[in-house]
T-cell receptor, first 116, second 111 residues
Framework: AQSVTQLGSHVSVSEGALVLLRCNYS??????LFWYVQYPNQGLQLLLK??????LVKGINGFEAEFKKSETSFHLTKPSAHMSDAAEYFC??????????????FGKGTTLSVSS | KAGVTQTPRYLIKTRGQQVTLSCSPI?????VSWYQQTPGQGLQFLFE???????NKGNFPGRFSGRQFSNSRSEMNVSTLELGDSALYLC??????????FGPGTRLTVT
């Protein structure tokens, strides 16, 4: 079974500082990986995804992530944090059941706080 | 394109009752998945429907069920509610094998 580990349940940064949210996965097949963001009282919004091809993927709001197979990692970064980035972030791996569809397996989430 | 919609947004029920939640996927999406989100267990997969058929199911008791209609709208039902069923229930739709788009969720409180 696939799994996702997010290191650090809370990360605090200053506005303008680098954001680094860590994600490691376990998968027996080439993984499809995702980062989602959740603002209070809202659903999940897709930030970016990795399926195949280029290992550095760019997403919305200036976020990017790099797939490193040798390290089984998919860390999320943003060069300069903004107050509006404060939210909860979830890393997920897609578990595929052949022709029987897929299910997202999520990490426990990381709450990002941004101070001025 | 309109996003995924879920109704109702908030619901309060009593232990032992049953509840039905509704989800309308993005137009053209045939796959609908449901997830439960709680502070203790995080986000957990409930089940996925595709063309009115349940394709796979997570590790939840039989009290949790769902269905999908010919227009791809989906409902999930929880019978004999327990306090532990209090959660945010999220619906997601997909057109294929990769990204899923989530609705705003239904916040269920069981008292």
């Amino acid at each position: 079974a696939q799994s996702v580990t997010q290191l650090g349940s809370h990360v605090s940064v200053s506005e303008g500082a680098l954001v680094l949210l860590r994600c490691n996965y376990s998968s027996s097949v080439p993984p499809y990986l995702f980062w989602y963001v959740q603002y209070p009282n809202q659903g999940l919004q897709l930030l970016l995804k990795y399926t195949t091809g280029a290992t550095l993927v760019k997403g919305i709001n200036g976020f990017e992530a790099e797939f490193k197979k040798s390290e089984t990692s998919f860390h999320l970064t943003k060069p300069s944090a903004h107050m509006s980035d404060a939210a909860e972030y979830f890393c997920a791996v897609s578990e595929r059941f052949g022709q029987a569809g897929t299910a997202l397996i999520f990490g426990k989430g990381t709450t990002l706080s941004v101070s001025s | 394109k309109a996003g995924v919609t879920q109704t109702p947004r908030y619901l309060i029920k009593t232990r032992g009752q049953q509840v039905t939640l509704s989800c309308s996927p993005i137009s053209g999406h045939r796959s609908v998945s449901w997830y439960q989100q709680t502070p203790g267990q995080g986000l957990q997969f409930l089940f996925e429907y595709f063309s009115e058929t349940q394709r796979n199911k997570g590790n939840f008791p039989g009290r949790f069920s769902g269905r999908q209609f010919s227009n791809s709208r989906s409902e999930m039902n929880v019978s004999t509610l327990e306090l532990g069923d209090s959660a945010l229930y999220l619906c997601a739709s997909s057109s294929g094998w990769d990204e899923q788009y989530f609705g705003p969720g239904t916040r269920l409180t069981v008292t």
